[in-house]
């Protein structure tokens, strides 16, 4: 993080509408996409906090778009959360965009940068793993929770930030096109890891159109999904150790939520997590999973139709799957799309999902028991 790119930021940071005077400004190890800072404010009695964002517009080609949709769901979400608060069961929150001082909810810099600011889900704790079954719990309540706000919400009045953003067969086909390029292949040349995962992907190529399939059949059908929701997006209140919001909301969109189920799935059900060194260590903890699916389906019950329920397996093993074919495509293409710490990043990351994936399959008629399970 060089000091250009910090005095950058803190001037951002000032344009928008805080109360009193910047008095810290540091990055947060936080997404692989956007860069992300925790600006604090203080005045002579009170001190405010809040997230900047610099929206990455390699990746979204209209950052307008990204804060167009994340005004129409906090809006819809906070009207819900507001009318239900004297029943619930704990109080529920959501981010909420913060205007610029010119009251526009976003600021654009002297280089055509896109930035956003929003509040901060204070008093409450993000992970990185799974901390075990009640907070795997936790996160499924979460994730039905959001989903549950967002039932009644018409998803085309969200724009489609990242078109073909989860629909896997794209992604293969992307995949193919980067496996056959010229760069490609001198870059693998003799990398037998390349090649075993250049057969993983081939022996698996006849499931990756299964929810598409259903959606063109009528079976499924478009929601608005969150896009990203793993682990380290479900926020726990401290106090209460309950589930209390889900963040980052750059990838809300329609879709299937399927894709959010199975992401959720992947990220909570891995004890070693997305960055793990050692493949042994990596597999599909089914504990976790029923106690996930045990908090999703108690607020997710009520929109889910048989069809939606006969799928959720297929979704746990075919998002693992597509995240691996994601970081691997990447690989290959020299590491053009998500952040890196050191050579081979992605390729380690691909090989940690595939087995995640391979893990999944071992575990099909445990993971089905406990799927049938939480529908009783």
Request: with cysteine.
């Amino acid at each position: 993080m060089t000091e250009q790119r910090l005095a950058r930021a803190s001037e951002v940071a000032r344009q928008f509408d805080f109360p009193g005077r910047l008095v810290h400004l540091g990055p947060i190890a936080a997404g692989n996409v956007n860069d992300t800072y925790l600006a604090v404010f203080r005045t002579h009695f009170s001190e405010a906090r809040g997230i900047v964002q610099r929206i990455n517009q390699r990746v979204f080609k209209k950052p307008e778009w990204i804060i167009e949709n994340m005004s129409v769901v906090t809006e819809h979400a906070h009207r819900r959360l507001e009318r239900e608060s004297e029943g619930a069961d704990r109080l529920w929150q959501l981010p909420k965009l913060i205007a610029a001082r010119d009251g526009r909810p976003y600021h654009v810099d002297g280089d055509g940068e896109w930035w956003r600011a929003l509040t901060v889900i204070a008093s409450a704790t993000s992970y990185d793993k799974a901390q075990g079954p009640e907070h795997a719990r936790e996160a499924g309540t979460v994730l039905g929770q959001f989903h549950r706000l967002m039932s009644d919400l018409d998803a085309s009045r969200l724009r489609d930030t990242l078109p073909g953003f989860h629909v896997t067969p794209g992604y293969l086909k992307s995949y193919d096109e980067i496996a056959r390029g010229r760069e490609t292949s001198q870059r693998a040349n003799g990398n037998k890891e390349v090649e075993r995962l250049k057969d993983f992907v081939d022996r698996r190529r006849n499931f990756v159109d299964v929810l598409e399939q259903a959606l063109e059949r009528g079976a499924l059908k478009r929601r608005l999904i969150h896009g990203d929701p793993k682990v380290n997006n479900i926020m726990i209140d401290d106090l209460t150790k309950k589930g209390t919001s889900i963040v980052d909301l750059d990838t809300v969109k329609p879709g299937l939520i399927h894709y959010d189920f199975g992401d959720a799935l992947r990220s909570i059900c891995n004890p070693a997590g997305e960055e793990a060194l050692e493949l042994d260590e990596v597999r599909f903890d089914v504990g976790l999973c029923e106690a996930f699916v045990l908090g999703y389906l108690s607020r997710a019950s009520d929109f889910l139709t048989a069809e939606d329920r006969g799928r959720l397996y297929d979704s746990i093993r075919l998002i693992a799957f597509e995240l691996g074919l994601r970081f691997f495509q990447d690989h290959l293409a020299g590491d053009v799309y998500f952040k890196t710490r050191y050579p081979g990043h992605n390729l380690n990351r691909a090989r940690v999902q595939f087995r995640l994936c391979e893990s999944i399959e071992q575990s099909e008629p445990d993971i089905r028991r406990c799927l049938e399970k939480a529908r009783v």
